[in-house]
């Protein structure tokens, strides 16, 4: 699974489900779900550079343990337009093209922004 951060506040998830030749499935399928960052979810990479520069051999591992999020993605999106929420989406999902997916929520969120990424109920 890929993930990506982009500027407009944007994570992007694509996953490839592997097919089987045998049974005459294609090669792999590719799904792609897009969802609204918070800004607590992540660390400043400048905080990471740091943090490497002070000790570089140093194994870190999670200070805290977070549960499972379970999202529904029950909002199908238009990949052509999905230019105005990030750039980074056309390049991440193009290979998922009738498989890109959000919640209703975010898109609610993004609309409230004045971000039309045209997504299909």
Same mark, same amino acid.
């Given at each position: !699974?890929?993930?990506? =951060?982009?500027?407009?506040?944007?994570?992007? =998830?694509?996953?490839?489900?592997?097919?089987?030749?045998?049974?005459?499935?294609?090669?792999?399928?590719?799904?792609? =779900?897009?969802?609204?960052? +918070?800004? +607590?979810?992540?660390?400043?990479?400048?905080? !990471?550079?740091?943090?490497?520069?002070?000790?570089?051999?140093?194994?870190?591992?999670?200070?805290?343990?977070? +549960?499972?999020? !379970?999202?529904? !993605? +029950?909002?199908?999106?238009?990949?052509?337009?999905?230019?105005?929420?990030?750039?980074?989406?056309?390049?991440?999902?193009?290979?998922?093209?009738?498989?890109?997916?959000?919640?209703?929520?975010?898109?609610?969120?993004?609309?409230?922004?004045?971000?039309?990424?045209?997504?299909?109920?």
């Amino acid at each position: !699974m890929t993930e990506c =951060f982009s500027s407009q506040d944007v994570k992007i =998830f694509r996953a490839l489900i592997l097919g089987e030749l045998e049974r005459g499935q294609s090669q792999y399928q590719a799904l792609c =779900f897009i969802t609204r960052l +918070n800004h +607590n979810e992540i660390i400043p990479s400048e905080s !990471m550079a740091r943090l490497r520069q002070k000790n570089p051999q140093a194994i870190r591992t999670a200070e805290e343990k977070r +549960n499972t999020e !379970m999202l529904s !993605m +029950n909002v199908a999106v238009n990949l052509t337009r999905t230019w105005q929420l990030s750039a980074h989406i056309h390049n991440m999902c193009s290979v998922a093209r009738e498989a890109v997916y959000t919640r209703e929520a975010d898109v609610r969120h993004w609309l409230d922004r004045g971000k039309h990424a045209y997504c299909i109920p």
